[in-house]
């Protein structure tokens, strides 16, 4: 998971280790996720949702942000695209798109 936000410049550098420590609980509930039986995913599919929503709040406050689009800047997030993958995507109107690796989708 390292590899996911080595490239993401950090106005709040002291926040990386809290990030990777949080996307690395995102990546295994999404694991355990997809993994469980319909009864238990309702479970799971919460606590995989509160664990990104917290990776996105500490990046927000990290303050990591798209500099591609035009002004303003916008927040980046990390998100599942269409096929259930994690990816990061900014919050610009024609959103800009990236692997976990950082590679542009």
């Given at each position: 998971m390292a590899d996911a936000i080595k490239n993401l410049e950090l106005r709040n550098e002291e926040l990386r280790p809290a990030i990777l420590t949080g996307l690395e609980h995102v990546a295994a509930l999404h694991r355990l996720q997809l993994n469980r039986a319909a009864a238990d995913q309702a479970q799971f599919s919460d606590a995989f949702t509160s664990s990104?929503?917290?990776?996105?709040?500490?990046?927000?406050?990290?303050?990591?942000?798209?500099?591609?689009?035009?002004?303003?800047?916008?927040?980046?997030?990390?998100?599942?695209?269409?096929s259930g993958k994690l990816i990061r995507r900014c919050t610009h109107p024609a959103a800009h798109k990236w692997d976990m690796n950082g590679s542009p989708i």
């Open positions: 990104l929503a917290s990776v996105n709040t500490l990046l927000a406050v990290a303050g990591v942000v798209c500099r591609i689009g035009a002004p303003p800047v916008a927040d980046i997030q990390i998100v599942t695209d269409t």
